[in-house]
């Protein structure tokens, strides 16, 4: 599994698609109105939105992977770090803000490689 992690509009996907050889109709969009995952395609972009979606049924998104692991080894993940900047007022927003973060936790310690994009430019964590 390859975690690609960093902030909104950093260039993370075109970065996949640069230097793992991605087409679009190798990636899935999460939504953040649906807690559901395709895992048969080989990226799963917008993970936050997944969180998000998970958050707001009132589902815990870690749990949710949890059972899924096994799909997810060969897996190109890409998710925006929603941790900078000013704490949500809303609730809903900061139970987000902190699942997601603890998806990332889980994410980056499974992963073969984390990569964290800014700017464009990827920079291996792990």
């Known amino acids: 599994m ?9 260039g993370k ?4 698609k640069e230097n793992f050889q991605i087409d679009e109709k190798d990636v899935f969009f999460c939504k953040d109105d649906l807690a ?5 395609k080989k990226v799963i972009a917008d993970l936050e939105k997944f969180t998000y979606a998970c958050v707001a049924a009132e589902e815990n998104p ?4 949890d059972g899924i692991w096994h799909l ?7 998710a925006d770090d929603v941790s900078q900047g000013v704490v949500p007022m809303d609730k809903t927003a ?10 990332l936790i889980k994410l980056g310690k499974r992963a ?8 464009g430019l990827g920079q291996r964590v792990k």
């Open 94 to 103: 900061r139970a987000w803000r902190e699942a997601n973060g603890r998806v």
């Open 112 to 119: 073969d490689q984390v990569i964290r994009v800014f700017c």
């Open 36 to 40: 559901e995952l395709d895992t048969s």
């Open 13 to 16: 996907l075109a970065y996949a």
């Open 62 to 65: 870690v749990e949710r992977l």
């Open 72 to 78: 997810l080894e060969d897996k190109i993940l890409i």
């Open 2 to 10: 390859i975690l690609i992690f960093g902030g909104a509009y950093q």
